[in-house]
């Protein structure tokens, strides 16, 4: 193969309303315009990929398409002077993967404005590890510690326990210190949740109540990635003055509840976006992905994957049966 052309998952429209998904080799003068060219070396699944890989408009409009909303690698040419050939470098979310052409290939070009630098602390390995699940989770630990919730304030609920950003924040959350509670719809997981730290592991039906308007206080802080009952209860069993965050719909993007919690207890709903994040607060997270957040079991939570073993984990992905997070090991 040519230095001109690499190999990358392509998702195609094969009939009306059926998406195929094959590795194909493309060109490099096929990518979208940017400042920077990447040799991806590792990238990272998540929920939009499998979702773009179906032919979901709401997350990729146009086909053929290479799905990927993390990379991590080595800048190769770069039209910008913040960022230089040999840099390791970071990109996640944004647009890349969605309706630009995204990491699950062995190159990307994209606009500088996108790109972070690696912290001193996590090799590229180690980024993609985190990926976009540890950054949507340090995103919400920062929303929860920038509100008060501190360690001494309670225990932090933590819901989808077993995916991607679920994993991720039981194993930052434990390594900063806090209690974790999580909750797991399988009932094997309970071993692999308090091998991360988790203090308790409870079942979906511990924590659901859809007929009471108010629960007993028991969050000081929830981290939410499934919406719907499971968030509604878990607002109602905050405690006064504690801090909910969602980022999730897995379980359904509805929210039936009143405003007893947040008028009577003041308590505080967060949404958080990975994906428009202010760079800024990218930066402040992946910093402390590299040190004090960092969890020792990090390895223990990530699957290693090639290129070709992509699709079939993308099926397991929307099928729920995803356990941690999938590394893809691209160069």
């Not at 070396?41 to 032919?55: E, Q, R, W």
């Not at 206080?217 to 929830?222: D, F, K």
Request: with cysteine; glycine share 10%.
């Amino acid at each position: 193969m040519s230095e001109t052309q690499f190999r990358a998952l392509v998702v195609e429209e094969a009939e009306p309303n059926r998406y195929v998904t094959h590795i194909r080799t493309r060109r490099i003068d096929e990518l979208p315009a940017g400042e920077v060219l990447v040799k991806v070396h590792y990238s990272a699944l998540n929920y939009k990929d499998a979702l773009s890989s179906i032919g979901n408009k709401g997350v990729t409009r146009n086909y053929p398409h290479t799905p990927g909303i993390d990379a991590a690698g080595v800048v190769v040419a770069s039209e910008q002077a913040d960022f230089a050939v040999g840099d390791q470098i970071i990109v996640t979310s944004y647009d890349l993967g969605m309706n630009t052409d995204g990491a699950l290939a062995e190159y990307i070009r994209v606009p500088a404005a996108w790109v972070i630098k690696r912290p001193q602390g996590l090799s590229l390995k180690a980024a993609m590890m985190f990926g976009t699940a540890g950054l949507t989770a340090a995103l919400m630990m920062d929303a929860l510690v920038r509100n008060g919730v501190t360690p001494e304030a309670g225990p932090v609920l933590v819901t989808g326990a077993t995916g991607g950003v679920g994993s991720l924040a039981v194993a930052m959350l434990a390594k900063a210190g806090f209690s974790v509670t999580a909750v797991t719809g399988k009932v094997d997981a309970a071993d692999f949740l308090q091998s991360l730290g988790a203090n308790e592991v409870v079942g979906r039906e511990a924590i659901i109540d859809t007929q009471r308007p108010m629960l007993k206080e028991q969050w000081a802080g929830v981290i939410d990635v499934v919406g719907g009952d499971m968030l509604a209860s878990a607002i109602k069993a905050t405690r006064y003055g504690g801090v909910v965050t969602c980022a999730g719909l897995v379980g359904s993007p509805e929210l039936h509840t009143t405003v007893f919690p947040f008028i009577l207890r003041g308590v505080s709903l967060i949404g958080v976006d990975s994906a428009e994040a202010d760079m800024a607060e990218r930066v402040t997270a992946w910093n402390r992905m590299a040190s004090e957040w960092k969890p020792d079991c990090l390895d223990t939570l990530t699957t290693e994957i090639t290129l070709d073993e992509v699709p079939e984990k993308l099926k397991q992905i929307l099928q729920g049966q995803a356990h941690g997070h999938y590394l893809v090991k691209i160069a």
